[in-house]
């Protein structure tokens, strides 16, 4: 059991816009800890996507995008393209832990 | 360009020892906390623990103290020990580098992953 929820799945036709959510709790997300993306292609490590919530690194397209509420973060990817099929993961700082947890990651599959 | 590059032994028995390397090509090897970070199959991905080149550490505590984190800033390597290893160590291990620190640190850099089996 991953500390940050994410759904196993999500499904989306070339063109579409998809979300993801990460849903944390009071010791993470809603302790105010920035949440961070990333994208994991089989067989490779994980890419950063997006860090501080909503900031893209260099060479990251503005098809992806991040935001924070709450005790919750979603990444939103649109105009999906068949490239974006990969396991995506939310990321964040856990003060019960000390230290970073993740979510579970979920799958994307464009149709 | 910062590269890292990580080996260790792919495939253990219940109760060995998991050891891991890795080693940090180019850039600068002080100011940051290193860290091993793991992918279950099935599952998420699990922070295992971070040291810096002074040998601080900090560890999840899920592992209850079988983990190991050490630094050779000679060599410009970091290493992971993880003892009792069972079937639930079964895992992609991953060495990486955040950006940032402390509560707002994101994983910028990462090794290529070792998948270390655990089985009779």
Redesign the interface.
């Known amino acids: 059991q991953s500390v940050l929820t994410q759904p196993p799945s999500v499904s989306g036709a070339p063109g579409q816009r998809v979300t993801i959510s990460c849903t944390g709790s009071n010791s993470n997300i809603g302790a105010g800890y920035d949440v961070h993306w990333y994208q994991q292609l089989p067989g490779t490590a994980p890419k950063l996507l997006i860090y501080g919530n909503s900031n893209r690194p260099s060479g990251v397209p503005d098809q992806f995008s991040g935001s924070k509420s709450g005790t919750s973060a979603s990444l939103a990817i649109t105009a999906l393209q068949a490239e974006d099929e990969a396991v995506y993961y939310c990321q964040s700082y856990d003060i019960s832990l000390s230290g970073s947890v993740f979510g579970g990651g979920t799958r994307l599959t464009v149709l | 360009q910062v590269q890292l590059q990580q080996w260790g032994a792919g495939l253990l028995k219940p109760s060995e020892t998991l050891s891991l390397t890795c080693t940090v090509y180019g850039g600068s090897f002080t100011g940051y906390y290193w860290?091993w970070?793991r992918l279950p199959p099935g599952?998420?991905?699990?922070?295992i623990?971070?040291i810096n080149h002074s040998g601080s550490t900090?560890?999840?505590?899920s592992l209850k103290n079988r983990a190991t984190i050490l630094i050779d800033t000679s060599k410009k390597q970091f290493s992971l020990k993880l003892t009792s290893v069972t079937a639930a160590d079964t895992a992609v291990y991953?060495c990486g580098r955040?950006?940032g620190s402390?509560?707002?640190?994101?994983?910028?850099l990462?090794?290529?992953?070792t998948l270390v089996t655990v089985s009779s």
């Open positions: 860290t970070i599952k998420g991905l699990e922070w623990g971070e900090n560890y999840n505590p991953y955040p950006y402390g509560t707002y640190q994101w994983f910028d990462w090794g290529q992953g």
